[in-house]
Every structure is written in structure tokens, then in C-alpha cells.
């Protein structure tokens, strides 16, 4: 693959202009979204972005870089043109991912919240918080940021049990079920955590079904919103199935301020920031791609399988 010519665009594109120092043998274009036109498609040979733009259209594209670790926004409602490369960013995700939902866990197994209303009472009232290595948490997706979040839980004792597309054992996890089969292992479940990306095959799969399987589990959802039927989880916590949710996407960002979720009980919401991407993971993620290419290297953990979806 032969890359000359390269659009950089998106909320990133002026961070991203130090690519053109590192790599001053490629000819690079950084624009905001709204400047890239449906002729800078015809002339760039990669495309570089958290998302296409209004005016994408493959052109003269080899190959597209995401910015980001989800690449749906690419792929949903569009052919994609076969032999055009599709790679995304790795980066620390699984870290940043990890320590928000232990953010989450922890401050709920230590009652802080209780203990914060008890203060701001002048109350005194002793309770035990369990230990992290009592918890049993089902994490769904056992890519790069499942593996991660597991690890981490598991270095503090949680059993983790995983949920895959295939089903596949694996040894990060205690033991690994299909989604088909994902029911079975949520009755027991003191957290539930969904890393999915979104695909056909995971849109909306978290819904009053497999919510009613749940008993009591706190819902951490910080793979892609409309995995989620969100009328589906405000119902599922006023039943008791969830406990609590903390929610870092959604079907529609920003939440809308009509959105229900807003003022549910015993949910959280945080503005999608559970793993935002560094500018230097952004250049580093982008430049290694490109090298491997410029290798010829063909197997590329960060390549897309087009006909998965991730
Ligand atoms: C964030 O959601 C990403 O896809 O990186």
C-alpha cells in the first residue's frame, strides 16, 4: 500500500499537525469536519478521524485510520468498499476503562454514598463493606478493553466471567459463555459491565429480557449506548433487576436533557469520557499503522475485520 497523501480531520485535527513534522515524507491536509469536501476524498489516499465526515465517500481511499477504539460510526449504514484497510487506535483504553469501572465498584462496595448522607447528618452508623474479592462480575467482550478490565478486577480478587461473540475460552477470564448463552451467568452477578462494540448482533441486547435475568447487579455500560433499550434498563431498576447503572454512552450524544435517564433514580451518567483518546496515543496509534504498512506487514491487531464489525 503505497500512502502519500493524508486528511486529517475531527475535534483532534490541529493536536494532529505534529504528524506532518514526524513524517515529513507524506503530503498531510488537517481540516475541521466541516471543510473536509467530497473533492479532499478524491485526492487523500488515508483518511484519519474519529468519525467520516458528512461528505465521505471512499474516492481514491486505501486506507482509514479511527481515532478512536469504536469504529461503528464507519461502518454503520455503509457498504464498506473491500479493499480499503480499516484500522482504529488501541492505545490505553483497557486501563482508562478499567480504572472507571473501578471507580464505580469500589465506591459502592465502600458505601461511600451512604456514608457521605450519613455525614452531612452527624450520623454514626457502622456497616462491614465487603471485599473486592467476594464480588463476581460478568464482563461483556473479551477484546483488548474486556482483557484489561478483567485483569484489573481480577489482580483484586473478583472472579470475572466473560461474554464473547464466540464463546471462546480465554484464560483472562474465569470461565467464557456466547452472548446466546449470556443469560445463564447474570442471576449471580454483583456487577454486569459491557464493553461491546456496536454491531447488528449487539444492538440493543441489553434489554428487558436478558435485564430480567439480573438480580440486583449494578450495570456499568461503557461500550457503545444503543446496545442498550434505556427504557428497558429505567424499568429493569425500578423492578430491582439493577441495582444501579453507571452509563458513559448512549444512543443519542450529548444525552438529550428530555432523556428519562437524566433524573432516574440510581443512575449515574458521566459525558462518554471513560476512555478518551490522548493526542500522543492518537500520533503513536496512527504512526505505528503506518509503519507496519510501509513494512508490508499484513496482520494487524489494530485492522478491523469488516465482516465482524470490530
Ligand atoms: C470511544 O468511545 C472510542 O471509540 O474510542
Known amino acids: 500500500m503505497d500512502i502519500r497523501k493524508i486528511i486529517v480531520t475531527g475535534r483532534m485535527y490541529k493536536d494532529l499537525e505534529t504528524l506532518s513534522t514526524l513524517d515529513s515524507t507524506r503530503e498531510y491536509l488537517f481540516l475541521p469536519e466541516e471543510e473536509v469536501s467530497s473533492s479532499h476524498y478524491d485526492w487523500a489516499d488515508a483518511y484519519v478521524a474519529f468519525k467520516p465526515t458528512a461528505s465521505f465517500h471512499f474516492g481514491k481511499l486505501q486506507w482509514v485510520h479511527a481515532l478512536g477504539a469504536g469504529v461503528d460510526a464507519f461502518l454503520n449504514n455503509r457498504e464498506w468498499k473491500q479493499d480499503v484497510l ?48 467476594e464480588l463476581k462480575i460478568v464482563v461483556f467482550g473479551t477484546g483488548t478493553i474486556g482483557r484489561e478490565v478483567t485483569r484489573i478486577l481480577g489482580s483484586l480478587g473478583v472472579t470475572v466471567c466473560g461474554i464473547s461473540r464466540s464463546g471462546e475460552p480465554n484464560a483472562h477470564f474465569h470461565s467464557v459463555l456466547p452472548i446466546a448463552e449470556a443469560a445463564s451467568m447474570l ?20 434489554d428487558s429480557h436478558l435485564f430480567s435475568y439480573m438480580s440486583g447487579a449494578g450495570f456499568i455500560n461503557v461500550g457503545r449506548g444503543a446496545s442498550v433499550n434505556e427504557e428497558a434498563l429505567v424499568e429493569a431498576i425500578t ?7 453507571v452509563l458513559d454512552v448512549f444512543r443519542e450524544e450529548p444525552l438529550p436533557a428530555a432523556s428519562p435517564l437524566w433524573t432516574a433514580s440510581n443512575v449515574i451518567i458521566t459525558p462518554h469520557i471513560s476512555a478518551v483518546t490522548g493526542v500522543d496515543e492518537a500520533v503513536d496509534g496512527f504512526l505505528t499503522v503506518l509503519n507496519y504498512l510501509e513494512r508490508g506487514e499484513e496482520q494487524l491487531s489494530q485492522a478491523v475485520n469488516i465482516s465482524r464489525g470490530y
Open 86 to 133: 480499516l484500522t482504529r487506535t488501541i492505545g490505553s483504553f483497557g486501563q482508562k476503562i478499567a480504572e472507571y469501572c473501578l471507580s464505580y465498584i469500589l465506591s459502592d462496595v465502600q458505601d461511600q454514598d451512604r456514608f457521605g448522607q450519613l455525614q452531612a447528618n452527624r450520623e454514626w452508623q457502622p456497616s462491614k463493606p465487603k471485599l473486592m474479592s
Open 187 to 206: 442471576p449471580h452477578a454483583d456487577w454486569v459491565i459491557n464493553t461491546l462494540p456496536l454491531t447488528e448482533a449487539t444492538e440493543l441486547l441489553f
Open 239 to 245: 423492578r430491582g433487576q439493577v441495582r444501579k447503572a
